[in-house]
């Protein structure tokens, strides 16, 4: 499965007013704790890949993220599981892989069409708003669908941001 | 978690006949499809660690077992939790591990006091008995309570079988 996701800082006030004259409809809201993992033997920071345990309002899910496919937005393939959080951590750190970081977040969920939209509220980072499309093929088409509708936000190719908040809470340090 | 275990060949016909005097609690049965993984920065034949998924009549879980910490039984650490097997085996596979061996095998499961016993019929190499004690310490007492309760059995130390069944299947190849 490929997730196509386009990425960018945004206001939620204006956003979530325009949600609604387009009619998007509201999913839920989730608390999300992100443990990231790099690995033993290569560095996910040179690789682009990216493995995770989020945990959701007391459920988890273990999440692995192929390298970046497309230079205008962050798609890549991406594989997720259900699992016990704590256990699967354990397991990781015995197989040798080691904490790289926490990404603590607030996520309003949206749909509209074939989009998901999430609206980040991330611990020291600020706001953001997330378009996701998971589909098998054709990212070009799919990421400029995703423009398409960024257009109604103002938000252009250049504001789209292909840094994790990973990445970028490590520079805020 | 440690997981005191002992294993042993025994002919299920008799043993079953024996559970059945001491008053043994059938629990149910199981076929199994374990799928062993090693790793890509180290060799699990030579660590004597374990990853595995257990494919248990359509439910999936992950196992990690640590290097066995005695000499004659298989003691050691465990981590298990459930995921989805396919995706969960797409993970391992993209973070650099690889398949090293499938076991397949029916396994009988009975219950007598704290223990659980096992009669597995492994594809390929015959029939089996395990005892297992899951504690959090005391390895030397919980081994002797397994070993006392196999003696009716007519099964000794010198019977265990600290070999894993992938390692017995790759030495018949």
């Known amino acids: 499965m490929l997730e196509i996701e386009v990425k960018a800082r945004a206001d939620h006030l204006p956003v979530k007013e325009q949600l609604s004259v387009m009619g998007a409809v509201f999913v839920g809201v989730q608390h999300h704790c992100d443990t990231y993992f790099n690995a033993p033997d290569r560095d996910f920071a040179k690789t682009d890949e990216a493995l995770r345990i989020r945990s959701v309002d007391g459920r988890s899910v273990m999440t692995y993220k192929g390298k970046k496919l497309d230079t205008l937005s962050k798609t890549r393939e991406e594989f997720e599981t259900p699992v016990d ?72 190719e250049e504001d789209s941001i292909r840094t994790s908040y990973l990445e970028m809470g490590l520079e805020e340090i």
Do not use: P, W
């Open 85 to 156: 959080g704590g256990i699967t951590r354990n397991i990781l750190l015995a197989l040798g892989f080691y904490e790289s970081g926490i990404v603590k977040k607030t996520r309003e969920v949206y749909r509209f069409e074939n989009m998901t939209i999430c609206l980040d509220r991330v611990e020291g980072l600020g706001e953001f708003m997330e378009v996701e499309i998971g589909a098998e093929s054709d990212i070009e088409g799919h990421r400029e669908q995703i423009f398409s509708f960024l257009a109604n936000f103002e938000i252009g």
